[in-house]
């Protein structure tokens, strides 16, 4: 069977409950693939198109080491149905159920290793805009390579932390035994991956379900089902705590605990440095010139998002509303209002600029090895610029804080002397982060190029 011509099956790698996976030969590149194929014929509820659409919606804009590729999301109509297909790099491993099944029993050091890698790709989606929960992390979705490399696959009950529907047709979303109770009542948040990434290390160490290991009120317990060292079976008995306030709070904080960067602790800890971003974010439209002695970041203007369309909608909403007031008073002669409008009319302004500021504002930083400069322009006009000395600059972090709401603020700052300086703020927090990769190899090559200088006159 040829799908679009393009796509030629080759065989069946699997079915699940809402499609049949198939690897098949890409006759444009010459490379194999996997296909989820959807049969429309076979789906009971229009929910499951919808997050089949969602999965490919999510994946095209992923661009991790241990996700595979989205090559292609297309829908083919037969006489009597229409086929969904997504098509994905085809990863040549087998899923951590597979090797379980063939006899494979991990070491304490083999779940380290896997959980590891997996706790990266899960701080990766944690930090996407919106942040991206997989909501279904289990055996079979976890695919070892030989070379012990690890993939995570199936986005198929994917969601982004805005959305609250977990309930499919009065099934949950999620694999029963690796899911944590707060999905049971419909509810998903960043540290229920972390529970189900848990639950499947336990899977690998004791090679039976989760929910056949001894429990004391929910909760797993650990040493009872396993031998490992005390260490580990604090971390693992932490990574799966039935409420979710005693879990992890991040992917971060638990690979930090487990590398022994940070000790385990109980109570939140405070907003923590946040693993690198090596490569520049899918869609990123940043711009980076270098050369042996100058170097050019612009970061370009936001544009119109969800939240300045918000910020946007009441500017102008407000403007209207005062200025249709300012021209009745006018024509009707009712000059007395206007002082008192007056200051709703800079408010207006104020607003106005605000959203110009936000939506179409740009910046630019250039260093080279004795000055810096950063400017903030907005519609050709420069309203904010400043610099100094590249010998000042004293390195370049991310600070994170939680707001009134507690929700994360990111800031990306150059730190000179006595004074920091908040670049590129309009960024998402990924974008940031590999914005800080980037100014940091700058300001090292700089540093590196002085170095040697000195070295050769000496």
């Not at 930090?127 to 986005?155: A, C, E, G, M």
Request: glycine letters at 6%; one cysteine or more; aromatic letters at 10%.
């Amino acid at each position: 069977m040829a799908l679009l011509q393009r796509y030629q099956i080759a065989s069946i790698l699997g079915k699940g409950a809402f499609g049949t996976t198939y690897k098949a030969r890409d006759l444009d590149r010459d490379r194999w693939v996997a296909i989820k194929v959807l049969s429309l014929k076979q789906v009971a509820d229009w929910k499951i198109v919808e997050m089949f659409e969602r999965e490919a919606q999510v994946l095209e804009r992923l661009n991790h080491p241990g996700i595979p590729n989205y090559v292609d999301y297309f829908y083919r109509d037969t006489q009597d149905d229409r086929l969904f297909c997504l098509v994905q790099e085809l990863v040549e491993g087998k899923s951590l159920a597979a090797w379980v099944k063939q006899g494979w029993r991990a070491t304490e050091d083999d779940a380290k290793h896997i959980a590891i890698q997996v706790l990266e790709i899960l701080d990766y989606l944690h930090w996407q805009t919106p942040p991206v929960i997989h909501r279904d992390i289990k055996p079979q979705n976890i695919i070892l390579k030989p070379d012990r490399s690890v993939y995570l696959v199936d986005f198929g009950a994917v969601r982004d932390i805005y959305r609250n529907s977990l309930i499919l047709g009065g099934t949950f979303v999620g694999t029963v035994g690796y899911m944590p109770p707060e999905q049971f009542r419909g509810k998903a948040f960043l540290a229920s991956d972390l529970y189900a990434l848990g639950a499947t290390l336990l899977f690998l160490l004791s090679h039976r379900s989760p929910e056949e290991l001894p429990q004391h009120r929910l909760k797993i317990e650990v040493q009872k089902a396993i031998r490992v060292s005390d260490d580990f079976a604090a971390w693992l008995e932490k990574i799966v705590e039935p409420a979710i306030e005693d879990r992890y709070k991040s992917a971060r904080e638990a690979l930090d605990v487990l590398q022994g960067k940070r000790q385990l602790r109980r109570s939140p800890p405070p907003p923590q440095p946040i693993l690198p971003q090596r490569h520049q974010p899918k869609g990123s439209r940043i711009q980076v010139w270098q050369s042996d002695d100058l170097a050019t970041v612009n970061v370009p203007a936001a544009g119109i998002t969800p939240p300045n369309f918000t910020l946007l909608g009441v500017t102008l909403f407000w403007n209207l509303i005062v200025g249709s007031i300012v021209a009745a008073a006018l024509f009707g002669g009712n000059w007395l209002i206007l002082p008192f409008l007056s200051l709703h009319a800079l408010a207006g302004a104020g607003l106005l600029f605000r959203s110009l500021g936000t939506i179409a504002s740009y910046g630019r930083l250039t260093i080279d090895r004795h000055h810096f400069n950063i400017y903030r322009r907005c519609l050709g006009v420069t309203y904010n610029q400043y610099g100094g000395n590249t010998s000042e600059l004293q390195g370049v972090r991310l600070e994170v804080s939680l707001d009134e709401h507690g929700r994360r603020k990111v800031r990306c700052v150059l730190q000179g002397g006595d004074r920091t300086y908040d670049f590129a703020p309009n960024l998402t927090p990924v974008e940031k982060r590999w914005l800080v990769e980037v100014i940091s190899n700058l300001l090292q090559s700089f540093q590196s190029d002085s170095d040697d200088s000195g070295h050769r006159q000496t």
